[in-house]
């Protein structure tokens, strides 16, 4: 049985529980796929909303180029009037530098802003003078048309300079420098376009790159649950990084939600049709187990009735021929024709009695009855079977027992079945003993061999149906069919009562029967 069994269990593994987990292996492949691909176009799509904010800066001060560009052209000279107008029109501009190539010519301020007119016209000499190869290609764009915003690196906290060209005229083209406080332009100018873009859709961010400290937020409270790590600097302002963050779960969070709830889902129907071919498995070996015992119990039967038969047959032909001349030995042979008659009946009648069982259809008539009656009865009827055994069966019944409500026959059927076990597995000890008595939840019958015992493992299940002993002395020691316990058990639970098997090996076993009072 074995190897069908193991047959069974490859093919359950081939067709129920491999393919499932290649689609689970292939469908987390995919979900982690998708993940990183939407995870992809959520940062690109913020990206490009950062992306959108950088241009519009630049687009600010490219304003400002123009407007300076117009004033300078229409009075073809940098008038101080116009540029202290330009200044004060735009309230995080604080200098404006105008330059002849790499030049300074002049240098324009707020007047209220005491620090940045410290820094005076040979400090910014130098930065242009440092930056001569940048001017020189800003002129170049220019000269082509297009006008370039290039940031410069400056020694002043919390400012950034703007270097771009200009056309003085269709011939010249001169140098300027804005320079801005960087958290003002950005309140001022990126501020409105910020909160435009975000609504309540996004946070906006921007964050000091030296420190990571946060120096402005579209959000006028503390938000906890912030956590922005989608970050790009400014192109006007390298020193700032601006980040973006979508308000609620993010779609790191959401898609990963999703993953996790499908690689669930997935494993939670593996596990399912894991535990699905499991019990097709068990329920499979138990009726494949179920089957050898059948076809060991039609054998065992087969056996038993055969050998009764073959000893009628023997004796019954003998008779017919008229061999026998003798009367006493012809009576002897009539006797051992009755008796093996007689165990073939019971034989039938144990197999008849199992399938009422089976079937549900055996019918209990309980009156009250005295069970040490019952048990004299029994050893009345099969003293001769003792006899012809050379078996010698030991009485010790208790007086007095009150009398219970049970089924005569039912009870002597599961006596039989005790006492024919006990012949069945005696040694050299010839001996069984029945005792009836007392105890504190009722009335006890038992039946005790001095046979060959039976180990402590298979003592639960030698009252399932069919089951027999495989190993050792119990597997070769008689013949049976294996339901004999088994009806004695369905009896004992019928009277709501019990059955005990007191058993070690080569010392012998007791079955007690307890019976409710």
Known sequence: MKKPLANIGILLLLIIILPPLFFTSYEIGNLYQNEKMIDSIYTRQLESVIFSINQYSDDIVSRWANQLENDIQKHNSVSKENIDGFISQNASIQLLLVADSVIINSIYHKKDNIEISDLNKDYFSNVINDNDKIIKRLIQYMDGGYRKIQPVDIDFPDHSL??????????????????????????????????????????????????????????????????????????????????????????????????????WIILLMDLILLLAAILVYRSLRQQMKLAQLKSEFVSNVSHEIRTPLAIINMYSETLEMDRIKDEKRKKDYYRIINTEANRLSGIVNKILNFSKIESGKRDYKFLETDINIVINQVVEQYQHHFNRKEFICNLELADNLPKLMVDSEAITDALINLIDNAIKYSTDKKQFDIISGLSNKGVTVEVADYGIGIEDKYQKLVFDKFYRVTLGNLAHKAKGSGIGLS???????????????????????RFILNFPL
């Open 162 to 263: 703007f270097l771009f060209a200009v056309k003085q005229s269709e011939k010249k083209v001169i140098m300027c420098g804005i320079v801005v406080n960087t958290l003002g332009f950005i309140k001022e100018n990126l501020g409105p376009k910020i909160q435009s873009v975000a609504r309540d859709e996004f946070y906006f961010s921007v964050f000091d790159n030296e420190t990571d400290e946060e120096v402005y937020s579209n959000e006028l409270y503390e938000t906890p649950e912030k956590n922005i790590e989608h970050k790009k600097p400014l192109w006007l302002m390298p020193d700032y990084q601006l980040g973006i963050q979508i308000k609620g779960d993010t779609i790191e969070n959401l898609v990963q939600e999703r993953t996790n709830f499908n690689i």
């Open 487 to 509: 009806i004695v058990n369905h009896i004992m639970k019928a009277h709501n009562g019990s059955i005990t098997l007191i058993s070690k090996p080569n010392v012998g076993s």
